[in-house]
């Protein structure tokens, strides 16, 4: 049998316990076996106020998780106060907890004592405000595991990577780069080998302008910046098209002919990967030694304490991690 999953407690104050709970609840003779690194008290005493049927069981060992699993949520507690956690108001003082449950997680994956994690979502503000040097996970597990993270967003029928990610608009045109485009695309072409099966992966390359830039009368990136990049990708070997419009790109006929889709900035690649499918989105840290997903959306503090939050992008999380280890462990045999 496969390790298990972890999953990692995210912010307290959001709905992260919540859906993992429901998640829980959900499973199938198909979900995979995973465990929560969280804190016991904090998942009963959510799963009692919102009359979730999820029993939480304490374990001491990844390995324990499986023989919990059909009849309880596996926890491995964290073994902290985490009595100053409401949900809906989130406090820095929860930060610690929240980082030693990516810690943690990050930890087993190393040691394959997890077959891979998913993280629910953070507050990030929360976490600069005690002190966290990062911009998000993303950046964070690329400095644990010393490697360029790239982040991809996934739904059946489409995934995108932004090649810019948390930038304003304006600071975009300047932050793109040649570098930054190939980068992405070797990381792309080689995770959608070795983690989706895909022998010979296609990637589209957005424009950045309008109209790819009108021959230039809309701007010069896609002449100066983009192709440059894509002719380099596919020097490489790797099969690239582009630039193309990115009015162009999302419909159903067009996206038959790529695996993937290389954005230039964040809302070019979230909005037709929403619009597809807004509470099914997955987030897959691409170039890391290990596994990592996360839903694709934030923690919600806004319904946090109402008990209405909808668990699918969390188990289509579970779900991804789980095929991408598997064909990792596959392809090592």
Same mark, same amino acid.
């Given at each position: 049998?496969?390790? @298990?999953?972890?999953? +990692?407690?995210?912010?307290?104050? $959001?709905?992260? $316990?919540?859906?993992?709970? =429901?998640?829980?609840?959900?499973?199938?003779?198909? +979900?995979?076996?995973?465990?929560?690194?969280?804190?016991?008290?904090?998942?009963?005493?959510?799963?009692?106020?919102?009359?979730? @049927?999820?029993?939480?069981?304490?374990?001491?060992?990844? =390995?324990?998780?499986?023989? /919990?699993?059909?009849?309880?949520?596996?926890?491995?507690?964290?073994?902290?106060?985490?009595?100053?956690?409401?949900?809906?108001?989130?406090?820095?003082?929860?930060?610690?907890?929240?980082?030693?449950?990516?810690?943690?997680?990050?930890?087993?994956?190393?040691?394959?004592?997890?077959?891979?994690? /998913?993280?629910?979502?953070?507050?990030?503000?929360?976490?600069?405000?005690?002190?966290?040097?990062?911009? $998000?996970?993303?950046?964070?597990?690329?400095?644990?595991?010393?490697?360029?993270?790239?982040?991809?967003?996934?739904?059946?029928?489409?995934?995108?990577?932004?090649?810019? /990610?948390?930038?304003?608009?304006?600071?975009?045109?300047?932050?793109?780069?040649?570098?930054?485009?190939?980068?992405?695309?070797?990381?792309?072409?080689?995770?959608?080998?070795?983690?989706?099966?895909?022998?010979?992966?296609? !990637?589209?390359?957005?424009?950045?302008?309008?109209?790819?830039?009108?021959?230039?009368?809309?701007?010069?990136?896609?002449?100066? !910046?983009?192709?440059?990049? !894509?002719?380099?990708?596919?020097?490489?070997?790797?099969?690239?098209? $582009? @630039?193309?419009?990115?009015?162009?790109?999302?419909?159903?006929?067009?996206?038959?002919?790529?695996?993937?889709?290389?954005?230039?900035?964040?809302?070019?690649?979230?909005? @037709?990967? =929403?619009?597809?499918?807004?509470?099914?989105?997955?987030?897959?840290?691409?170039?890391?030694?290990?596994?990592?997903?996360?839903?694709?959306?934030?923690? &919600?503090?806004?319904? &946090?304490? =109402?008990? /209405?939050?909808?668990?699918?992008?969390?188990?289509?999380?579970?779900?991804?991690?789980?095929?991408?280890?598997?064909?990792?462990?596959?392809?090592?045999?």
């Amino acid at each position: 049998m496969p390790a @298990p999953l972890a999953v +990692t407690m995210g912010e307290p104050a $959001g709905i992260g $316990g919540e859906i993992l709970l =429901k998640a829980w609840a959900r499973r199938t003779d198909r +979900t995979p076996v995973f465990f929560a690194i969280d804190s016991a008290a904090r998942l009963e005493a959510i799963a009692t106020r919102f009359g979730i @049927p999820c029993p939480v069981t304490v374990i001491k060992h990844a =390995k324990d998780a499986a023989a /919990v699993f059909n009849r309880a949520l596996p926890v491995l507690d964290l073994g902290v106060d985490l009595s100053a956690a409401t949900l809906g108001t989130p406090t820095p003082s929860t930060a610690a907890a929240v980082i030693a449950a990516i810690d943690r997680a990050v930890a087993l994956a190393k040691a394959g004592d997890a077959r891979g994690f /998913v993280t629910n979502p953070i507050q990030k503000a929360v976490l600069q405000s005690a002190g966290f040097a990062y911009p $998000g996970h993303t950046e964070y597990l690329g400095h644990l595991a010393d490697s360029m993270p790239v982040m991809m967003l996934a739904v059946p029928g489409l995934r995108v990577i932004p090649v810019t /990610v948390h930038l304003r608009l304006a600071a975009v045109a300047t932050a793109l780069t040649t570098k930054a485009i190939v980068q992405h695309g070797r990381i792309a072409a080689a995770a959608l080998r070795r983690d989706f099966g895909i022998a010979k992966p296609r !990637i589209a390359v957005a424009a950045l302008n309008p109209h790819g830039g009108e021959a230039g009368t809309m701007g010069d990136e896609e002449h100066t !910046i983009i192709m440059p990049a !894509i002719d380099e990708l596919r020097a490489e070997g790797i099969a690239v098209s $582009g @630039p193309a419009p990115a009015d162009t790109l999302f419909h159903a006929d067009a996206r038959a002919h790529f695996d993937l889709a290389l954005c230039m900035y964040h809302d070019q690649a979230l909005i @037709p990967l =929403k619009t597809i499918d807004f509470a099914g989105g997955v987030n897959v840290t691409l170039g890391l030694p290990f596994v990592r997903t996360s839903p694709d959306h934030g923690t &919600a503090l806004d319904i &946090a304490a =109402k008990g /209405v939050a909808d668990p699918s992008s969390l188990i289509a999380a579970i779900a991804m991690a789980a095929e991408m280890s598997a064909r990792r462990t596959s392809a090592a045999h």
